[in-house]
């Protein structure tokens, strides 16, 4: 079983809806989440941070943490083609520098 | 967060040759950087962690003497691919470290650079 189990996809959904991107985990000595977007062939862009439990959220994007389930997900509110890419989790504890990445998402946005 | 830059964003190559690419850290000084390899549909595989002034840190299985990492100065890490061969065809990407501190970066985060696409024939 891997450390960090994140469903790869693909993910079409149609422009303007809802999405909703998870991670499911064994460790519960992780403290920090994180979500990257990636494009093809670019580098991972850092979205969201999380440390612990809870919710954060930054524009149409909405992290959660779920630490009693072992458990978070990512929401994209008003989804755009733009937003078509390849999402990964990503998470570390405290006391490790490395971060342990999930498989990806590919998303896809029909217009 | 950080702004970092990888150098060739593209390379091809003969097999044999070696290949150095270069990453740097153009807002802010690195102690730690971190280099990955990412095949086709696959996620991030980290293969070392680059410290200024002392010897990398290699993860389990990623050869050493092939991948030289060189972390000369505290905005610049560089990777030495030796004697590439085809199967050492890949996307590798730097990251760095967030600097603890700065607006909206607890010091846990990566940055990446744009990733550096390599074939080697």
């Known amino acids: 079983q891997k450390e960090v189990e994140q469903d790869p996809g693909p993910l079409s959904v149609p422009e303007g809806a809802i999405v909703s991107l998870n991670c499911t985990y064994s460790?519960?000595?992780?403290?920090?989440f994180m979500w990257y977007r990636q494009y093809s062939r670019k580098g991972p862009e850092l979205l969201m941070y999380?440390?612990s439990s809870g919710n954060k959220e930054d524009g149409r994007f909405t992290a959660q943490v779920d630490k009693s389930s072992k458990y978070i997900s990512l929401f994209i509110r008003d989804s755009q083609p733009s937003d078509s890419a390849t999402y990964l989790c990503?998470?570390?504890?405290?006391?490790?520098?490395?971060?342990?990445w999930g498989a990806g998402t590919k998303l896809i946005i029909k217009p | 967060g950080a702004v970092v830059s990888q150098h060739p964003s593209r390379v091809i190559c003969k097999s044999g040759t070696s290949v150095k690419i270069e990453c740097r850290s153009l807002?802010?000084?690195?102690?730690?950087m971190f280099w990955y390899r990412q095949f086709p549909k696959q996620s991030l595989m980290l293969m070392a962690t680059?410290?200024?002034?002392?010897?990398?840190?290699?993860e389990q299985g990623v050869e050493k003497d092939k991948f030289l990492i060189n972390h000369a100065s505290l905005t610049l890490s560089t990777l030495t691919v030796t004697s590439a061969h085809p199967e050492d065809s890949s996307f590798y990407i730097c990251?760095?470290?967030?600097?603890?501190?700065?607006?909206?970066?607890?010091?846990?985060?990566?940055?990446f650079g744009p990733g550096t696409r390599l074939t080697v024939l």
């Open positions: 990251s760095v470290q967030g600097l603890a501190g700065e607006v909206g970066v607890s010091g846990n985060e990566q940055f």
């Open positions: 807002d802010f000084q690195a102690t730690t």
């Open positions: 680059s410290n200024e002034g002392s010897k990398a840190t290699y």
């Open positions: 460790n519960s000595a992780f403290q920090y």
């Open positions: 999380t440390y």
């Open positions: 990503a998470m570390k504890m405290d006391s490790n520098y490395q971060l342990i």
